[in-house]
Antibody
Framework: QVQLQESGPGLVKPSGTLSLNCAVS?????????WSWVRQPPGKGLEWIGE???????NFKPSLKSRVTISVDKSKNQFSLKLTSATAADTAVYYC??????????????WGQGTLVTVSS | DIQMTQSPSSLSASVGDRVTITCRAS??????LNWYQQKPGKAPKFLIY???SLQSGVPSRFSGSGSGTDFTLTISSLQPEDFATYYC?????????FGPGTKVDIK
């Protein structure tokens, strides 16, 4: 299975842009996988943010769609998340994950270790 | 969006106990249901896909069942390393959604 590692600033100012990268190793980002972002506010449950295929096709959680961009950089074998107009409600541990789909069924077998992003002035 | 619920929200059990967690979807999702285990400060670990298929390396004491809207995760004999929070997730359609989690702790 692939390994994933998130990176990016741990502190973002309110109204700023949250930007994270996810480096993929042990496999190509141009595989049949999709690549997802999931977040978890402190002490709360898991929230799927969105996903991207290496072709550039994306899917997003509707309530976040207007603020989220997910992109792929094949040359670096990584994908990225940008979340604009950040507020304290966006404070969470952000995970990147591989997302595998077969026969209409999708699941997330591999996850990064997660990175805490705090939105605060 | 498909809403996922889980019950109970938490439970206390002893080593060796049989534990069952229930997950319900707001509409039929066939058998497109996954289970994850999460320990404090760690990333979720993928356990089961397609309601009942064990991910490679997951102990056989874990099992899943169900289809349509109702699903269960069973741990046949709880081990010390199984104390964690368990999440179900529908893999039927985007936006993918998770249940709120069931925390299993030591009695």
């Amino acid at each position: 299975q692939v390994q994933l590692q998130e990176s990016g600033p741990g502190l973002v100012k309110p109204s700023g842009t949250l930007s994270l990268n996810c480096a993929v190793s042990g496999g190509s980002i141009s595989s049949s996988n999709w690549w997802s972002w999931v977040r978890q506010p402190p002490g709360k449950g898991l929230e799927w943010i969105g996903e991207i295929h290496h072709s550039g096709t994306t899917n997003f959680k509707p309530s976040l769609k207007s603020r989220v961009t997910i992109s792929v950089d094949k040359s670096k074998n990584q994908f990225s998340l940008k979340l604009t107009s950040a507020t304290a409600a966006d404070t969470a541990v952000y995970y990147c994950a591989s997302s595998y789909c077969s026969g209409g069924m999708c699941y997330m077998p591999s996850w990064g270790q997660g990175t805490l992003v705090t939105v605060s002035s | 969006d498909i809403q996922m619920t889980q019950s109970p929200s938490s439970l206390s059990a002893s080593v060796g106990d049989r534990v069952t967690i229930t997950c319900r979807a707001s509409q039929s999702i066939n058998n497109y249901l996954n289970w994850y285990q999460q320990k404090p400060g760690k990333a979720p670990k993928f356990l089961i896909y397609a309601a009942s298929s064990l991910q490679s390396g997951v102990p056989s004491r874990f099992s899943g069942s169900g289809s349509g809207t109702d699903f269960t995760l069973t741990i046949s004999s709880l081990q010390p390393e199984d104390f964690a929070t368990y999440y179900c997730q529908q893999g039927y359609s985007t936006p993918f959604t998770f249940g709120p989690g069931t925390k299993v702790d030591i009695k």
